[in-house]
C-alpha cells in the first residue's frame, strides 16, 4: 500500500494563498490591489502617473474618491479638461462635496495626491 503525503496548510497559509490567487485575478481585470496583514487593499493611484479616463466624447471623467493636500478627509471629485487661459487645454480637478453622483464643481486649485475609481 502507497500513502502520498499530503501537504498541510495552516488556515493562515491557505488564507494568504486565496488571497494571493483573488489578488492576483483582480490585477489581472485592471485593479491595482496588494495583499497587506491578509486583506486585500486597493491602492491609491498617483496622478502623476495615471489620471482617471475622460468619459466618451465629453469633458469630464466619472467622479472618483480622492486624496486631497490640505483636507484631512477623503473627497469626491471628477478631473476635467477646460480651456486655459492662453487658448490651450489642461485638466482640472473639480470637488462634488461629498455627492458620489453629483456634479462637480471646479471653484479652486486641488492639489490631489491620489486617487481611486468609486466601486
Not at 44 to 65: A, G, M, Q
Not at 76 to 85: E, K, N, S, T, W
Not at 87 to 107: F, K, P, R, S, T
Request: overall charge negative; some cysteine.
Amino acid at each position: 500500500m502507497v500513502i502520498k503525503q499530503i501537504e498541510m496548510l495552516t488556515h493562515e497559509e491557505k488564507k494568504f494563498d486565496y488571497l494571493e490567487t483573488l489578488a492576483e485575478e483582480l490585477r489581472m481585470n485592471g485593479f491595482p490591489v496588494e495583499v497587506e496583514d491578509n486583506e486585500i487593499v486597493i491602492r491609491w493611484r498617483d496622478p502623476k502617473v495615471e489620471l482617471p479616463e475622460l468619459l466618451p466624447d465629453c469633458d469630464y471623467s466619472n467622479n472618483v474618491l480622492a486624496q486631497v493636500e490640505g483636507f484631512t478627509e477623503t473627497q469626491v471629485m471628477c478631473l476635467l479638461f477646460v480651456p486655459d487661459d492662453e487658448g490651450g487645454w489642461g485638466y482640472v480637478w473639480a470637488n462634488c462635496y461629498g455627492d458620489i453622483n453629483g456634479e462637480a464643481e471646479w471653484d479652486d486649485d486641488y492639489k490631489v495626491i491620489g486617487w481611486r475609481p468609486i466601486e
